[in-house]
């Protein structure tokens, strides 16, 4: 099986890379990441409708007055098998560097699917940030973007360059 990268492939790369499940492909999150993977790999023909498990966590009964845990990252799952496209997400994420190494569509579709798995906006809603790898700073450094890593923290320096060049390509719609 031949699998072509597309923007839309590359976004739901991103996301995979961001909020990678254990099992199979599929990513792990709050509702609305797992709706968003869904619907992407649905309309791509990625996945096949019967053969996607989307697990929720089972609702829990505590006595009166108690609040229910946050579970984190694993509010649900969403995860379908397939050999052809790990192996090619797989490969993709290696070569990261080399492939989205210009500044289009793919690479914009592949950053907004990293920073709609793990992203969010801080510092009176100027600075834009996602947790990444060194690579991923590295790839932005290459675009040409100004980002500096803290910690684990990967912040878009201008809020111009990411409304200009990331925006127009999310999918999760963040309140």
Not at 36 to 52: N, T, W
Not at 148 to 162: H, I, T, Y
């Amino acid at each position: 099986m031949k699998i072509k990268l597309t923007p839309q492939l590359a976004y739901i790369i991103g996301l995979w890379k961001a909020r990678r499940a254990k099992e199979g492909i599929g990513v792990e999150g709050n509702r609305g990441i797992c709706e968003v993977f869904l619907r992407e790999c649905l309309s791509l023909g990625v996945a096949q409708p019967d053969k996607v498990k989307f697990i929720e966590p089972k609702a829990q009964r505590l006595p009166l007055g108690q609040e229910r845990e946050k579970r984190g990252r694993e509010d649900c799952k969403v995860y379908f098998y397939h050999s052809a496209y790990r192996a090619f997400f797989d490969e993709v994420v290696k070569k990261e560097l080399e492939l989205f190494r210009y500044k289009n569509e793919y690479s914009a579709n592949f950053i907004a699917g990293i920073y709609d798995g793990n992203g969010g906006v801080g510092r009176e809603n100027r600075l834009h940030y996602f947790f990444g790898t060194k690579m991923d700073e590295m790839l932005l450094l290459r675009l040409g973007m100004r980002v500096k890593s803290e910690k684990k923290k990967v912040v878009f320096l201008s809020g111009g360059e990411f409304e200009a060049f990331v925006k127009p390509a999310l999918k999760f719609a963040r309140n």
